[in-house]
Nanobody, 115 residues
Protein backbone atom coordinates (compact mmCIF):
# COMPACT_ATOMS: atom_id res chain seq x y z
CA UNK A 1 0.00 0.00 0.00
CA UNK A 2 1.01 3.57 -0.69
CA UNK A 3 -0.12 6.57 1.28
CA UNK A 4 -0.18 10.04 -0.25
CA UNK A 5 -0.47 13.21 1.81
CA UNK A 6 -1.07 16.50 0.01
CA UNK A 7 -0.54 20.01 1.28
CA UNK A 8 -0.36 23.55 -0.03
CA UNK A 9 -3.86 24.30 -1.26
CA UNK A 10 -5.81 27.38 -0.32
CA UNK A 11 -7.37 30.60 -1.49
CA UNK A 12 -5.40 32.83 -3.86
CA UNK A 13 -6.20 35.86 -5.96
CA UNK A 14 -6.09 35.68 -9.75
CA UNK A 15 -2.50 36.00 -10.93
CA UNK A 16 -1.15 34.53 -7.72
CA UNK A 17 0.88 31.40 -7.13
CA UNK A 18 0.65 28.27 -5.02
CA UNK A 19 2.85 25.23 -4.59
CA UNK A 20 1.29 21.88 -3.84
CA UNK A 21 3.26 19.10 -2.22
CA UNK A 22 2.56 15.39 -2.03
CA UNK A 23 4.55 13.06 0.18
CA UNK A 24 4.43 9.34 -0.51
CA UNK A 25 5.03 6.64 2.07
CA UNK A 26 4.57 2.90 2.38
CA UNK A 27 5.40 0.50 -0.44
CA UNK A 28 6.85 3.15 -2.72
CA UNK A 29 9.69 1.16 -4.31
CA UNK A 30 7.55 0.13 -7.31
CA UNK A 31 6.11 3.57 -8.07
CA UNK A 32 7.16 4.72 -11.51
CA UNK A 33 5.05 7.82 -12.02
CA UNK A 34 3.48 10.43 -9.77
CA UNK A 35 1.24 13.27 -10.73
CA UNK A 36 -1.65 15.58 -10.13
CA UNK A 37 -5.23 15.51 -11.26
CA UNK A 38 -7.92 18.06 -10.57
CA UNK A 39 -11.68 18.06 -10.44
CA UNK A 40 -13.76 21.21 -10.68
CA UNK A 41 -17.40 21.28 -9.57
CA UNK A 42 -19.60 19.56 -12.12
CA UNK A 43 -16.65 18.40 -14.21
CA UNK A 44 -14.75 15.18 -14.65
CA UNK A 45 -11.41 14.61 -12.99
CA UNK A 46 -8.61 15.50 -15.40
CA UNK A 47 -4.88 15.00 -15.53
CA UNK A 48 -2.90 18.16 -14.80
CA UNK A 49 0.67 16.85 -14.94
CA UNK A 50 2.75 13.82 -14.16
CA UNK A 51 6.40 12.93 -13.79
CA UNK A 52 8.27 9.65 -13.99
CA UNK A 53 10.98 8.44 -11.66
CA UNK A 54 13.47 9.42 -14.36
CA UNK A 55 12.08 12.93 -14.49
CA UNK A 56 10.10 12.88 -17.72
CA UNK A 57 7.12 15.19 -17.49
CA UNK A 58 3.73 15.42 -19.12
CA UNK A 59 1.30 18.34 -18.92
CA UNK A 60 -2.27 19.03 -19.87
CA UNK A 61 -2.39 21.58 -22.68
CA UNK A 62 -4.36 23.94 -20.45
CA UNK A 63 -1.50 24.31 -17.95
CA UNK A 64 1.59 24.21 -20.15
CA UNK A 65 3.81 27.16 -19.37
CA UNK A 66 1.79 27.93 -16.25
CA UNK A 67 2.36 24.92 -13.97
CA UNK A 68 5.57 23.03 -13.26
CA UNK A 69 5.78 19.56 -11.79
CA UNK A 70 8.90 18.32 -10.05
CA UNK A 71 9.91 15.60 -7.64
CA UNK A 72 12.46 14.98 -4.94
CA UNK A 73 13.18 11.26 -4.94
CA UNK A 74 15.15 11.53 -1.70
CA UNK A 75 12.00 12.80 0.03
CA UNK A 76 9.52 10.75 -2.01
CA UNK A 77 7.72 14.00 -2.68
CA UNK A 78 6.22 15.52 -5.80
CA UNK A 79 5.48 19.21 -6.19
CA UNK A 80 3.20 21.27 -8.40
CA UNK A 81 4.19 24.90 -8.79
CA UNK A 82 1.20 26.84 -10.07
CA UNK A 83 1.74 30.38 -11.35
CA UNK A 84 -0.54 33.02 -12.81
CA UNK A 85 -3.55 31.24 -11.39
CA UNK A 86 -6.93 31.85 -12.96
CA UNK A 87 -10.46 31.34 -11.63
CA UNK A 88 -10.81 28.35 -13.96
CA UNK A 89 -7.98 26.64 -12.06
CA UNK A 90 -10.30 26.37 -9.07
CA UNK A 91 -10.67 22.68 -8.24
CA UNK A 92 -9.80 19.94 -5.83
CA UNK A 93 -6.30 18.78 -6.70
CA UNK A 94 -5.46 15.12 -6.17
CA UNK A 95 -2.03 13.58 -5.97
CA UNK A 96 -1.63 10.20 -7.61
CA UNK A 97 1.02 7.51 -7.72
CA UNK A 98 1.17 4.54 -10.05
CA UNK A 99 2.86 1.20 -9.57
CA UNK A 100 2.53 -1.79 -11.95
CA UNK A 101 -0.76 -2.85 -10.36
CA UNK A 102 -2.50 0.08 -8.70
CA UNK A 103 -3.13 3.80 -9.02
CA UNK A 104 -3.15 5.41 -5.59
CA UNK A 105 -4.87 8.66 -4.71
CA UNK A 106 -4.45 11.28 -2.06
CA UNK A 107 -7.36 12.83 -0.23
CA UNK A 108 -7.31 15.99 -2.31
CA UNK A 109 -6.57 19.61 -1.53
CA UNK A 110 -8.80 22.53 -2.46
CA UNK A 111 -7.43 25.33 -4.61
CA UNK A 112 -9.68 28.36 -4.96
CA UNK A 113 -8.75 31.26 -7.23
CA UNK A 114 -10.93 34.24 -6.50
CA UNK A 115 -10.72 37.96 -5.84
Amino acid sequence: QVQLVESGGGLVQPGGSLRLSCAASGSIFSIYVMGWYRQAPGKQRELVADITTAGSTNYADSVKGQFTISRDNTKNTVYLQMNNLKPEDTAVYYCTAQDPFTQYWGQGTQVTVSS
